[in-house]
Every structure is written in structure tokens, then in C-alpha cells.
């Protein structure tokens, strides 16, 4: 299955040669940095045209600039062969620390333009459908692969956490929603209503998702707060149109004292074609960490049966938190380990 693309990355490479664009290959793409401008109302057309005009005046670079309009690559990264690019400091230590190397020599760099001028709303969806993309691309774990500027270097930087507060979202939700983003396209779309404002109304259209709903919601909740919620309303029971009543539900947490029970998976291989009891705990367990083998269908596809739609939910599972070599879509030692992981947090 491939990469829902849902945007065009534009090609406008600033000039090869000179100091913001070397056009030194990268040996491979290890990680990616979240960065916003710090410059707010600047465009990611306005960035990149800076760039090019001062193009032998610094070395300080980025590979993708993205605002609500347009997502443009100034250095080949997604459009081409990978570049490397100068957008953190070669004497801070953190990315050595964290991944093994230098973020200018094997990491990704995409800034976040924002402001008054700009649709945060836009711009943020552009942003995290990126950010998913390349880890896809470069199979990376998105919910590992991932750091922010100022993470890496703390004295001086606070992006992309600056301009993501401006937009009403935090760099732990970034995160989160580059993860969800990841998992919506790399699956099918779900057909199911879920709330968007409290005690406001929402009018059904054509396609809705989870992921569509929760951008209508204005910043107020995440992707992962509307799939941990119970839907309120069956997609398949409404006619596009109409308008619906909207209550935000109360979000039940999972008790974590020391006598809640642990929870334990099945042991063992399950593979396409198993079917039984083991089959079924799986699949629940997948849909309780929010990778369902068929969302909005009866039990969300929870049937005893291991599938294609269970192998791919699997697989997708795998991708996320076991990494490309592990993808096989088999249930066995290393998928269980991982997933009690997550269900006994």
C-alpha cells in the first residue's frame, strides 16, 4: 500500500555551489528536524527567495519551507537526490547523542512558516503531512525519527515550539499527529463521525475522517483524542449535509494504580489465514493503540479472522514502532513485546 500524497512539493532549488546549497550528497537520511522560520507572515515562497538572493552571504539553510499554500523544496530532498543541508549547529552535541551523527549530514530540516497573514490551520496540516511523508520515504519511525530544533540545541533555539504555540499547538502534539498523519495514510479513511466542538454542530460532508474532523476543530483536540473516544454518530446513518449536534464526550482514562491488571497477549506466531481467540485479542489490542483492521465496519473489523486487513493493520503497526525490517504483517515475539508495551503504560 503506498503514501496517501495530499500536496504538491514544489521544486525551486536555490543555486548548487554556493554556501546555503552545497550540493554535497547526504550518505543517507537518518532523522528529521522540525524547525519553524521564526520570522512570522513570511511565506515559504518570500523564505526561500531570500535564500536565493543571499545565497553566497551565509551557509545557515533548510530543505523545505512550508506555509499554507504551498509546500516548496529549495534543496533536494523528497524531489531529488537528498542534499545535504546547513540548518544546525556542526559544535552543538545533542544530534550526536540522539541518532548517531551530525543533523546537517543525515537529517532533514523543514521549516514551519506562521503568523497573522498565514491559515495556522493550513499550514499545520501541510506541515505534519510532510514531516509523515519523509519518514516514509526514508523509512524512518516517525514516532522516534523525529526531533525539534530547539531540542537539539536548547540555549539558543525554541523552535519549532515559537511558532507552533502561535497556532495553537504544542511540540508534544506535533508528535503525536505526525504519527496519526503517518498511520491515515498508509490506511483507508475512516468512516465514522466523531465530535468537533463542544456543544457546537458539525455538517457531514463527502469523506469525512477522523483526521478532517479534528483539523475542523480548530486546534481544540487531536486525531488521537477523537479515535480514544467512543463515535457518537454512524457516518453511514447520515446523508452528507446534514447538520448534527455535536457534545464532547468524557474521556475515560485507563486506571494506572498497581492494581490495575497487566495486560498479556497472546505468545506464539499468528500469520494470514489463523483464525480463533488469539486472532481476536490481537486485533483488539491493535485497535486499542489506534491501528484498527477495518475502522467503522462491524467491531472494526475485530472477527477472529487474520486477514489481509489484519496482516495490513499489523504491518502498519509494525512500521511505526518496530521499524521497515520488522514490517512483515506477522504477529509474533517482537510485535507482542511492543504492543503489552503500549496497552500497560
Not at 500469520?271 to 477495518?294: H, I, M, R, W
Request: proline residues 4%.
Amino acid at each position: 500500500m503506498g503514501f496517501k500524497i495530499k500536496y504538491d512539493i514544489e521544486k525551486q532549488y536555490l543555486t548548487s555551489g554556493s554556501k546555503r546549497r552545497s550540493g554535497i550528497k547526504m550518505p543517507h537520511v537518518g532523522f528529521m528536524v522540525a524547525h519553524d522560520t521564526g520570522n512570522p507572515n513570511s511565506t515559504a515562497s518570500g523564505n526561500v527567495g531570500y535564500y536565493e538572493r543571499s545565497r553566497n552571504e551565509m551557509s545557515a539553510s533548510a530543505h523545505i519551507f512550508v506555509d499554507d499554500k504551498r509546500i516548496i523544496e529549495c534543496i533536494p530532498f523528497l524531489t531529488g537526490t537528498p542534499e545535504k543541508a546547513w540548518h544546525v549547529l556542526y559544535n552543538v552535541t545533542k544530534d550526536n547523542e540522539m541518532y548517531g551523527d551530525d543533523a546537517n549530514d543525515v537529517a532533514g530540516g523543514v521549516e514551519l512558516c506562521y503568523g497573522t497573514n498565514i491559515d495556522s490551520k493550513e499550514a499545520y496540516k501541510r506541515y505534519i503531512w510532510v514531516l509523515a511523508y519523509s519518514c516514509y520515504k526514508f523509512n524512518l519511525n516517525p514516532a522516534k525519527m523525529i526531533t525539534g530544533h530547539e531540542i537539539l540545541d536548547p540555549k539558543r533555539k525554541i523552535d519549532p515550539s515559537n511558532g507552533l504555540k502561535t497556532m495553537g499547538h504544542t511540540y508534544s502534539q506535533l508528535l503525536k499527529d505526525v504519527v496519526a498523519e503517518y498511520n491515515d495514510c498508509l490506511g483507508k479513511s475512516v468512516a465514522t463521525v466523531a465530535p468537533t466542538v463542544t456543544g457546537g454542530t458539525y455538517t457531514i460532508k463527502a469523506g469525512d475522517t477522523f483526521w478532517s474532523i479534528a483539523q475542523n476543530s480548530n486546534g481544540a483536540f487531536t486525531v488521537q483524542d477523537l479515535i480514544a473516544w467512543n463515535p457518537t454518530v454512524n457516518a453511514a446513518e447520515l446523508k452528507v449535509g446534514q447538520t448534527i449536534n455535536i457534545k464532547q464526550p468524557t474521556k475515560v482514562e485507563t486506571p494506572t494504580t498497581s492494581t490495575s491488571k497487566k495486560v498479556t497477549l497472546p505468545d506464539g506466531i499468528l500469520k494470514l489465514g489463523d483464525k480463533g481467540s488469539n486472532v481476536l485479542t490481537v486485533q483488539e489490542a491493535l485497535c486499542k493503540v489506534n491501528f484498527y483492521p477495518e475502522k467503522g465496519a462491524v467491531n472494526d473489523g475485530c472477527d477472529s479472522i487474520y486477514g489481509a486487513k489484519t496482516q495490513n493493520a499489523v504491518q502498519r503497526f509494525q512500521l511505526v514502532y518496530l521499524g521497515q525490517n520488522d514490517a512483515d504483517g506477522i504477529y509474533g515475539p517482537k510485535t507482542k513485546v511492543k504492543l503489552e508495551e503500549l496497552l500497560n503504560k
